[in-house]
């Protein structure tokens, strides 16, 4: 389960992190992105960071799901935080962007 204290803030901290340190080849995500200022991001790996940021750890991948796994719960915890999950290879993006 996604803890539901991560904020916007938290994930822009997450970002300048990921920004900074890259991201791990077994994280890049192959499915969904988050968009933000030109720049694409894993959601799972953002969200795991960005925990780190609101509750003192980083949340392994297991921890959650994500993606058509969970399809409605992962794109609504997305949109509460007013960011949308594009795909990749298709024109797809959410109504909420």
């Known amino acids: 389960?996604?803890?539901?204290?991560?904020?916007?803030h938290h994930l822009i901290q997450a970002m300048e992190e990921i920004d900074k340190n890259g991201v791990p080849e077994d994280r890049v995500s192959t499915k969904y992105y988050?968009?933000?200022?030109?720049?694409?991001?894993?959601?799972?790996?953002?969200?795991?960071?960005?925990?780190k940021y609101a509750n003192g750890k980083e949340l392994e991948p297991l921890?959650?799901?994500?993606?058509?796994?969970?399809?409605?719960?992962?794109?609504?915890?997305w949109y509460t935080r007013n960011w949308a999950l594009y795909r990749f290879g298709t024109s797809y993006h959410s109504?909420?962007?």
């Open 95 to 97: 109504a909420w962007d």
């Open 34 to 51: 988050v968009r933000h200022n030109g720049r694409h991001y894993p959601p799972k790996y953002l969200i795991s960071i960005a925990n």
């Open 63 to 77: 921890t959650f799901h994500g993606g058509d796994e969970a399809n409605a719960p992962f794109f609504a915890w």
């Open 1 to 8: 389960m996604i803890p539901s204290n991560i904020s916007r």
